[in-house]
């Protein structure tokens, strides 16, 4: 097991790092404010070749892996983003990359991923649905046979991204469940327009990710070709767990991210302020425990992430390790920001200290893009063998 950097790692953690403090805090918050979608940022990623990262040389990606996509990610978020940069890359490298690298077909790998490295292609995934929540294979979306190929009806909620992508993976059940066949059985992705008639789409009021709107979607017989179909008919679920558990890992690099900056900021705060005896705050074992504690728990997370990683660049099962991971850096990213604002006083109600939005920021990935209590029962059943209890 090794723990070292290459040089040529470093070289990117630190172009990473340039882009993340070009794009700092003030950058954020402003972008926040006006709910504006993070155009040049994102611009500046792809220019770097941060988003092509994981596609193969043929299609004008790197070729490299996802310990080097979530080691970057971290610098990035760490930079003044916070969590919310970090699903611009659940969008495009694990929707877009991911999908089609795994299982796209020549065709659509050719005429998709030199857009997905240069910020021409952008994405979305409609998974999530009003009744079935975290329940998947409760969906109700059907995608029906039709000549040419399927039409494709259902509702989809919290679908990020929607407004700002071009292709959008929709997963559907081409086959009703039914008796003695697996629940897993049946269900289909594809890979269509997201400007496809049939397809509508309203807003989500919500707290914090502002950048990046979440939206209701209704997809009233969109047709998709066998053309774009990603992977197998009914065999989708297997390959929809992993394009869910490479979510997790860049979900986990920028918690990760998030949470060494809500430190800073708390440590930088705290070294500065001076109150009743004239030493600073942060001379208080009553502020040191909590960050020390933090601290501790988001290297966990990120060593273990970085593991889940290795894992699936080896082509080795990695699904333990992402949730796990997603599970302690949620948990810790949030307490982080929390503890900063804590730290800040009534300055860290203000936006103006920042710590206020990446605590709300922070505060979704706890239940989202799977809920704690999902990955409990997971590593319940899976990892300790326990019985199932839903």
């Given amino acids: 097991m090794n723990f070292d950097i290459s040089e040529e790692q470093t070289m990117m953690i630190e172009t990473a790092r340039q882009i993340g403090e070009r794009f ?88 998709l991923l030199p857009g997905l490295c240069d910020g021409s292609m952008t994405f979305s995934m409609a998974l999530t649905e009003p009744d079935a929540g975290t329940n998947s294979l409760g969906m109700k979306a059907r995608a029906e046979r039709i000549d040419g190929g399927w039409a494709i009806t259902g509702q989809k909620i919290w679908i990020t991204g929607v407004a700002a992508s071009k292709k959008m993976l929709v997963v559907a059940r081409t086959t009703q469940p039914q008796e003695g066949v697996k629940k897993t059985h049946g269900i289909t992705l594809f890979m269509v327009d997201t400007d496809r008639e049939g397809i509508s789409h309203t807003e989500i009021d919500k707290l914090g990710t502002n950048t990046l709107p979440s939206s209701i979607v209704y997809l009233d017989k969109v047709f998709a070709s066998d053309n774009e179909v990603i992977g197998t008919v009914d065999g989708g679920w297997a390959e929809l767990l992993d394009i869910l558990n490479c979510e997790r890992i860049v979900t986990t690099a920028g918690l990760v991210g998030t949470g060494a900056l809500a430190l800073k900021l708390a440590v930088d705060y705290a070294r500065e302020r001076k109150v009743f005896n004239g030493r600073p705050i942060g001379s208080y074992q009553g502020l040191q425990f909590p960050l020390a504690q933090q601290w501790a728990e988001l290297e966990a997370a990120r060593l273990l ?16 390790e992402s949730n796990a991971a997603k599970l302690i850096a949620s948990q810790a990213a949030s307490a982080a920001a929390e503890q900063s604002m804590q730290v800040m006083g009534g300055m860290g109600y203000s936006k103006e200290f920042h710590a206020e939005r990446l605590w709300r920021d922070a505060r979704l990935f706890r239940f989202a893009p799977v809920s704690e209590e999902m990955i409990l029962n997971y590593i319940s059943t899976v990892n300790l063998g326990l019985p199932r209890s839903y």
């Fill in 305 to 320: 992430n970085l593991k889940a990683a290795s894992n699936f660049d080896r082509k080795l099962p990695f699904g333990s």
């Fill in 24 to 111: 700092g805090l003030a950058y954020w918050r402003q972008k926040d404010r006006d709910k504006e979608y993070p155009h040049e940022i994102w611009k500046a990623i792809c220019e770097a070749g941060i988003a092509g990262m994981m596609v193969p040389v043929p299609y004008g990606g790197l070729g490299l892996g996802m310990v080097d996509l979530a080691l970057c990610i971290e610098e990035l978020c760490k930079g003044g983003a916070g969590a919310t940069l970090s699903q611009m890359f659940m969008l495009n490298p694990v929707f877009g990359g991911v999908s089609l690298v795994l299982y796209g077909s020549e065709e659509m790998k050719r005429e």
